[in-house]
């Protein structure tokens, strides 16, 4: 007897003996207080003889206890050694589940919660099947969010010092994200040698050699081209890098242009001042400014404002343009096509610039004609690669206007409001009406600074060449969860077929060079596989900061210099500056890792479709053509109870750390355990886009795992193993029996359907709807009376038995994926767990045998029979008799749980708590009645508690209860 159960029993005991002490005192002992008095302590004499539940295995831990639990349970059931274990021990082929590396950066976060348990219940699942995974954690080492932490504060220019810097910052976050990891019960061999690091030689190595692979199949190139720039990280940015801000507020132009001169056909308008009307958000780039768009297909027309002057605007956009500058008069309707060979005067310099038609120009906003600066805009290169127009770019790297751009705009910062108002102010004759638009513009997803689209030399994937393949490689491709396989589709390819380069080039010093040298005086890069093969030599002699460390000479040698045939190599190269963006890191994580270049599964945020899901994709396809996963499960990001971002500075971040160890203060920061954190992940992790994390649901997660704790805790005490049990006979099976296995089989392969299509949440559901109802609420209500009352070695009582042990390792590795912990403490008290075996060890099959619909035909109608006398209100467990009237085929199913007439021991009066029944078949009607009689003045057994008619009139046993009795004598005397 726990300690828990012997404090119950003696306050039960006190409290009745004061209460019959005051009824006495009060003279209050009327002759049914004496009968109820001395029945009580008839019933107490038979406690001993009852076999009641009995387990070590608490009811409920918590504070420093579930602490020391979870501390005690990695420890010593196996959890540090699965992974190697399960590797050595498990058949193949494997199941391979690629990690996305996190960013070596931060503390670990509730995000990190998702995404890692979601991975290791994934794992689990396999592993308890009997299936070798392969996994191998790893971390996303380089790049800017590493880079601007490391140096935060701090003065630092040397690329060797920041290096060094980031990469001890690096290897302090590593560190702190795998000890949660590992505290996560995430399973996974996390030694050194097991991760993979993007920072690593060997990984470094790999990636120089997939770059020159597509480097030689003209894939990778490089070339000037206007990309995302961010002045305030000073390097180029990916669209996987941007967040958009939907309220940036820009000041709006609509600015006037003066034509020079028009083609033959409109030379009418030559002897009349007439200007173009353009509206730029971006005043700034009217510096930059080399051409005017049009639509050849729309139509435009010449209207006369208040000074006589004629304008140009889109037909379409006519009253548009007149709300904000006043009335204008159309005279003439020209068709865009008729405006080609127009030209006009440059706004600052008076240069005299085309007009050019462009397939972007819409009516849609605007005037109708655009101003492009092909150094500002992926639209306006486009234009001028189309016209063979030098591309002209006047922005540093620092976002500020170069001495080409004149001496009154030279070092001006061209994303702030100061410069737009320096440019209109120089033009303020021709600026016809200012406005404020708010509209998405991108940031800098780290910075949170505005970037700027800037012309300069990059590093290129040409997706053009690629994008058919790919489109045409995820057919087979499945997603998870399957509702959203086509948005999720879509979502991946977007960027996809709408970009036809991705830019994998950035000015920092963290990260991974690109293997070039350049010419000083040209700027043009050689680079060939010899380099590569050299520079991989030096990696291995000297380190990967060797590229920053060491001269040209030192790391290449003059023979591969030499072998790439550069113009006036002598004093005029360079190790190229640029180092690859950390998508193009990652995304070839899958040729560094994985055994055949493929996983069976990817399992990251929706946030990736444009990150590591598409970079992975890009880069297998150009190298492998064929994508790098079998398929994709997407869960959600955690967000707090309102659905708002969890962030420090809002001060709604909820620590997984506190979660497991409770905070300062424990009433309002309680420890929950890794059992709660990981439901709540499985429950909610994976069926929205946005998780909620609440103090209040995370309070109904720790429910959930306390009804689970005491159901398996009432299993296990029913499971003891009473002095010879199970010795002396075969079980004998009772059809509630069968039909809780037949229920036990149905519940296993719908948990294992779950499990396979990754709905986790969808498990959770089910284990609490078996457990609350085909479990607690059924099978373990009807069977205390035989477990507590029956003999020992009886074959029904072996049989229930059984039937709990069955349920306790099914219950156990179902849940375990889920629920390692609480899973392996449940196995260490399991009585078939004789060598102390961690759970994930064991190999368990679902009989066959169990799986007979049969049983579940003959059990339904007694089922609802029994729901009938609930809803009667009927709770008084075997205080009532009935009568059946059952129908014929109802007949048929119930007389095989009655076997006569009226009994009091049927398997039909077990399942419906009833002291007996009288079954009768009624052929003539359509429904099954039952009518509930009181059978309170039938005598009670003392000791099972049961109404039998042959229980002796003046008190006592019944047949059963005194044949167990007598039988159990002896073996009671001895113990």
Known sequence: MNMHRLVFRQKRTLFTTSRVRRIVNDQQLTSSTK???????????????????????????????????????????????????????????DFVLHDGPPYANGTPHMGHAINKILKDITLRNHVLRGKRVHYVPGWDCHGLPIELKAIHGVNIQDPLEIRQTARRYAEQAIAQQKRAFESWGVMADWRESGCYFTNQSSYIKNQLRQFIKLYERGIVFRDFMPVYWSPSSRTALAESELEYNKQHQSKAAIVRLRVADFPDNLSSFNDRTVYALTWTTTPWTLVANQALAFSAGSTYCFAEDGQGNLNVVGEEL??????????????????????????????????????????????NLGTGLVHTAPAHGQEDFLVAIENNIPVLSLVDDNG???????????????????????????????????????????????????VVIRASDQWFIDINSVREKIIDSITDVKVYPECNRKSFTNALLIGIKERPYWCISRQRSWGTPIPVLCSKKT???????????????????????????????????????????????????????????????SGISWSAVLPEGKANLYLEGYDQFNGWFQSSLIT???????????????????????????????????????????GSDTQRQPVYGVDVLRWWVANHGCQHTQVPASRALLD????????????????????YHYHGEGTECEPRYRIIDKYMLYSLYRYHEKMQEHYNNYEYHHAGKTIMHFVANDLSGLYCYLIKD????????????????????????????????????????????????????????????IPESWNDPGTADRVDAAIRLRDNVTNMGCRKTWELSATVEATEDDFASLSLLHGEETSSMSELCEILQLSSVTLLESPTITETRIQVHDTRQVRKCERCRRYHPETPEDGGLCSRCASVLAKSAPTRATA
């Open 35 to 93: 009968v109820k008095i001395t029945s009580k302590k008839k019933q107490q004499k038979y406690t001993d003889t009852v076999l009641l539940p009995r387990t070590e295995f608490p009811a409920q831990l918590d504070g420093s206890k579930l602490i020391q639990r979870d501390e005690y349970l990695t420890r010593n059931c196996g959890f540090p050694e699965l992974y190697e274990w399960q590797r050595k021990n498990l058949q193949g082929p």
């Open 318 to 363: 006519l009253k548009s343009v007149e709300s904000k500058i006043g009335p204008l008069t159309p005279v003439a309707r020209v068709q865009g096509k008729e405006l080609e060979g127009t030209t006009y005067f440059h706004p600052l310099n008076g240069t005299k610039l085309p007009f050019l038609a462009a397939r972007h120009v819409t009516m």
């Open 400 to 450: 500020r206007f170069t001495e080409a751009a004149g001496l009154e705009f030279h070092g001006t910062k061209v994303s702030t409001d100061g410069c737009t108002e320096k440019v209109l102010e120089r033009i303020a004759r021709d600026v016809l009406h200012v406005e404020i638009f708010t509209h998405s513009y991108p940031y800098d997803w780290r910075t949170k600074q505005p």
């Open 523 to 585: 700027g043009k890069a050689f680079t060939n596989r010899a380099l590569v093969e050299r520079l991989c030599c030096s990696i291995d002699r000297y380190g990967p900061d060797c590229w920053w460390k060491y001269s040209e000479e030192e790391l290449l040698g003059s023979d591969v210099i030499a072998g790439l045939e550069i113009p006036d190599v002598d004093d005029d190269v360079e190790k190229g500056k640029d180092i690859m963006d950390i998508w193009f890191d």
């Open 620 to 662: 297998s396809v150009a190298l492998q053509e064929r994508p790098p996963y079998r398929a994709l499960f997407v869960h959600g990001f955690a967000v707090d109870e309102n659905g708002l971002k969890m962030s420090k500075s809002v001060g709604n971040v909820i620590n997984p750390d506190e979660l497991l160890l409770g």
């Open 700 to 719: 109904e997660c720790k429910q959930s795992v306390h009804r689970l704790r005491l159901i398996l805790r009432f299993l296990l005490g029913v499971s």
């Open 786 to 845: 035989r477990i507590y009352c029956d003999e020992a070695t009886s074959p029904a009582r072996i049989a229930a038995v059984q039937v709990v042990r069955d349920i306790i390792t099914v219950l156990a590795r179902t849940i375990a994926p889920i629920l390692p912990h609480l899973a392996e403490e449940v196995w260490l008290y399991h009585t078939l767990n004789h060598e102390t075996i961690p759970l994930h060890h064991t190999a368990f099959k």
